[in-house]
């Protein structure tokens, strides 16, 4: 059987949830936040004078990059 | 070049969380964002602000990046429609494939039109503004854009107006699913 406990995919790092502690890096140099994997989107922009307008499914991350070695 | 010189002249600020100063919960801390000198990023979750910068400032080595997409329900269709959206805390310098300009953060739209045909807008601010506390975090890059988020409720919004220089504005919603 299978229990959905939560109707929301939950933010994540590379190799796990949010939790205080938890590793950031997905490369080296590299942090990554998958803040929102999965969303319902709905667009409304107008672009020289032409509406883009459409509903479908969204993505939202940050992503941070330094050249020296994180500690 | 000394780039400590080239770039003193410029007005670039950067509210954010404290998220570099792990042992204390404020909701924001200004600082210079383009700086000459070492830069320190964070590589691990102090337990609040999960969007909040990362970097402490921005100097020609780091990028700090918040990226959006979307994309239409009808592609199956048809219908190609999307759109990329991302607010950058770097430079060129950080970032090599970041059009040239050192002394000024971009802010980049694009995407398709319900056919397919590709457009794109490429804007520089000179001052960007993150606020983040314990879930909640906001972004404004100059006058041009905006966003806004909770992690906690799930719900994320945009706005742009870039009328008047490049014939775009808009806006979006993220309304988290699973």
């Not at chain 1, 949830?17 to 922009?45: K, M, Q, Y």
């Not at chain 2, 000198?37 to 970097?55: H, I, K, N």
């Not at chain 2, 953060?105 to 601010?125: A, C, E, K, Q």
């Not at chain 2, 994320?156 to 979006?172: I, K, M, N, Y």
């Amino acid at each position: 059987m299978l229990t959905l406990l939560s109707q929301r995919a939950p933010p994540h790092f590379s190799c796990g949830l949010v939790e205080p502690g938890a590793s950031e890096v997905i490369l080296p140099h590299v942090g990554w936040v998958n803040t929102v994997p999965d969303a319902r989107a709905t667009v409304d922009i107008e672009i020289n004078g032409t509406a883009l307008s459409f509903s479908g499914t969204g993505y939202h991350d940050k992503v941070r990059d330094t050249r020296i070695r994180p500690s | 070049m000394n780039m400590h010189s080239s770039l003193s002249s410029i007005s670039l600020g950067l509210l954010a969380s404290a998220a570099l100063v792990p042992a204390i919960t404020v909701s924001q801390v200004k600082y210079p964002i383009i700086e000459d000198g070492p830069s320190s990023a964070q590589f691990t979750y102090p337990g609040y602000g999960l969007d909040g910068p990362r970097v402490d400032h921005v100097n020609s080595t780091v990028f700090d990046w918040w990226y959006f997409d979307m994309i239409s329900d009808n592609v199956a269709e048809g219908d190609l429609s999307s759109v990329v959206a991302v607010f950058h805390d770097g430079t060129s310098g950080g970032f090599q494939t970041l059009l040239d300009s050192p002394n000024k953060i971009p802010m980049t739209l694009g995407g398709t039109f319900p056919n397919g045909t590709i457009w794109r807008t490429y804007s520089f601010v000179s001052e960007a503004v993150v606020v983040a506390d314990e879930t909640h975090s906001q972004g404004s890059w100059g006058d041009i854009g905006h966003w806004a988020g909770d992690v906690e409720t799930g719900h994320w919004a945009a706005s742009f107006d870039l009328l008047e220089t490049h014939g775009v504005r808009g806006t979006f919603r993220l309304e988290q699913v699973g």
